[in-house]
Structure formats: structure tokens, C-alpha cells
């Protein structure tokens, strides 16, 4: 990776982990957040790896959105994220709403055992000692390991949403580093998306699900989904299609 090709975000990335941006070559076109084996999001640093997804900041919008829905919950919220990763959307939320005065405590999932060794560094490194025991990691195909899904109030989940066409086509920082288990979605893109639903109701989770989507995933196409209900759409801060509020 040249410097000249580096933008300002890159250089600082690399030099506060005391990278020489000038002596880079090596990585090729390996993600900065990579090569640091960190990255910024939503206020805190989080360890990341090629095991996991790299957060991508429009992800933040869905923090904003869920906190301003439960901030001014009353009494205990219990969440479930699947598909967790670096724990960087579930650390997040929980931390936050805690911030707000929320009693939380949230369920982190993952089909990746790697990847959950991540979500541990980060809730170590990031979750104060005494809320670390409000926060249970599983590892679990979606939600196929997790019991009593009637205790949750919301899921949460940024799944494959990538449409497999498009996979090959995906900038090669992308399609050669970060994990392909993490952006393949099927044809439509929306395969992971359909079974976690499908499996949310088989197993009586009753509440609010929130998701990162494809652009190309429209309100009619995810409308056409089975026995759900979407109550909205909205868009990222790029101005994108990019999440969903279905309800089970």
C-alpha cells in the first residue's frame, strides 16, 4: 500500500499505533484496522482481527437509533445480539444504555469460536469489572444454542447481508482480508436474515428485532418476508437502504 494511497484516517490509524505509514508495503492492501489490530467505533477502540468483520461506521447509526428507543426504559432490559464479531455493536449498545441508567444485560453470540475470543478481549479491555458478569458470551449458529427467548426484549444483528454476485466484485481490502463467513449472504443476500427470523419466532422470542441490511434490500423485498412484520427502514448517514425493524 503506498503512502500516497493512505487517506488522513489511515496515517493516523497507523502512527497511534506506532506504524511508520512510510514502511507499509508489506500488508499490501490489508485494512489498516488490521494491521493495528484495532479500530474506532462509537467512541471506544476495539481489537479486531481476520477473524472478524472490521465495524464500519454507518453501523453506528443503529447504536443511535436502539439507544434512542430503550434509553428511557423502565426497570431490567435484556438483549440478544447474533452474529456478534468483535462485539462492537453489542459492547456498544450495552455500554451506553448503562450510561443512560438502563439495568442491562445482553447475550453476545457467535457461530465462530475465533471470533468470540475477540468479543472477550474487547469486553475485558472496554466493559467496566463489575458490569463484565451482566454480558454472556455463546457460541451458537445463529440462535440455535440460546434458551429462553421469551426473556429478551430486542435482537439485534448485522448478518451476511452481501449478495453472493457481488462478493467477487468487492474492493480486494475486502474480499482478501476480512472474513467471507461475515459478508456472504446468499443470493439475495438476505438467506441469514430469513432463517434468524424464522428461527427467532420457532423458538417464541417475542419483542423488537433490529438489522443492518443491503442497500438493495428494499421495503417491499423485506416486506415479502414471511410471518414477520416490519414497522421501518431507514437509511445510514451515507444515505443508504441500510436497516430494519421487524417485529416478532
Known sequence: MPVSSLTP????????????PEDIAFYGKMPVEYITGYTSFYNNNFIVNSNVLIPRVETEDLVEKIISIYSKHKGKLSFLEVGTGSGALGISIFKNLLNKGVETSCILSDVSAEALEVTKKNIDNLVKEDNQSKINIIKSDLVENISALD????????????PHERISRLDSSVKDFEPILALDGGADGL??????????????FSGNVFLEVDDTHTKEKLESIDQVSLKEVWNDSLGKNRFAWFVV
Not at 489511515?10 to 506506532?18: I, R, S, T, V
Not at 426473556?151 to 452481501?162: G, K
Open 191 to 204: 438467506d441469514l436474515i430469513k432463517k434468524l427470523l424464522k428461527e427467532l419466532q420457532e423458538k417464541d
Open 151 to 162: 426473556e429478551y426484549d430486542f435482537c439485534v444483528a448485522n448478518l451476511p447481508y452481501i
Open 9 to 20: 484516517y489511515e496515517k493516523n490509524q497507523l502512527l497511534k499505533y506506532g506504524f511508520d
